[in-house]
């Protein structure tokens, strides 16, 4: 299944690093979403970009920092990040309006590891 | 209280058995519901919406109470493939997108 690809699958940063996590939706949707999953949590909603704007950001701390380029393609830049944001990141995306299902769909993740 | 709530399991069954998850939840708000399973260190994969009516996908059976404040799965013929974390985000239908979830189910079909 490729609806959702992510890249990298896998990445180890130490805390002084910058990187950026992508995505991609091939499904023709109009919403894209990131979301972390820690050990032992439930998958927390970090942001919401609805037709390339942003309309939600979850008190994430600003050493994350989204960007959507377009309704296809999503980023999440990182930088500075502390042991505790290792995690998996989940993009998503939805087709939203006013008829809609509102079923979102994941991509495979980025699992992240500080040092 | 936690706006999901799910039994975490884990929920030990042999083939072929027939097993039932519930999942509460606290906000009356309109809302839509949806079943997802999740592999180990895989992302959640959509199961099956929600409906008011209830629906059905071959083995799987999905029942909405908006009275009790509960949805529920029902597993029939349960196979060794079903192993898996069941997860059962809501969401608001008017303002937020965002999918609330718990943490999940833990189903596991022994031999």
């Known amino acids: 299944e490729t609806g959702v690809t992510q890249t990298p699958r896998h990445l180890v940063m130490g805390m002084t690093n910058k990187k950026s996590l992508k995505c991609e939706q091939h499904l023709g949707h109009n919403a894209m979403y990131w979301y972390k999953q820690s050990a032992k949590k439930p998958l927390e909603l970090m942001f919401v970009?609805?037709?390339?704007?942003?309309?939600e950001n979850n008190s994430v701390p600003s050493r994350f920092s989204p960007e959507c380029p377009n309704s296809s393609h999503l980023f999440l830049h990182l930088h500075t990040l502390q042991p505790e944001d290792s995690a998996l990141y989940l993009c998503?995306?939805?087709?939203?309006?006013?008829?809609?299902?509102?079923?979102?769909?994941f991509g495979p993740g980025t699992r992240l590891t500080v040092t | 209280r936690k706006e999901v709530e799910q039994d975490p399991g884990p929920f030990n069954v042999p083939e072929g058995a027939t097993v039932a998850f519930n999942c509460t939840y606290s906000?009356?708000?309109?809302?839509?519901f949806f079943w997802y399973r999740q592999d180990c260190r895989k992302e959640p994969k959509l199961l099956m919406s929600?409906?008011?009516s209830g629906n059905e996908d071959g083995r799987f059976t999905a029942q909405l109470n908006r009275a009790s404040q509960y949805i529920s799965l029902l597993i029939r013929d349960s196979k060794l493939s079903d192993s898996a974390t069941y997860l059962c985000?809501?969401?608001?239908?008017?303002?937020?997108?965002?999918?609330?979830f718990g943490t999940g189910t833990r189903l596991l079909v022994s031999p």
């Open positions: 985000p809501r969401r608001e239908n008017t303002g937020f997108q965002k999918l609330v």
């Open positions: 929600v409906y008011s």
């Open positions: 970009y609805n037709f390339k704007e942003q309309t």
């Open positions: 998503a995306s939805s087709q939203e309006g006013a008829v809609s299902s509102y079923e979102q769909y």
């Open positions: 906000n009356s708000a309109s809302q839509s």
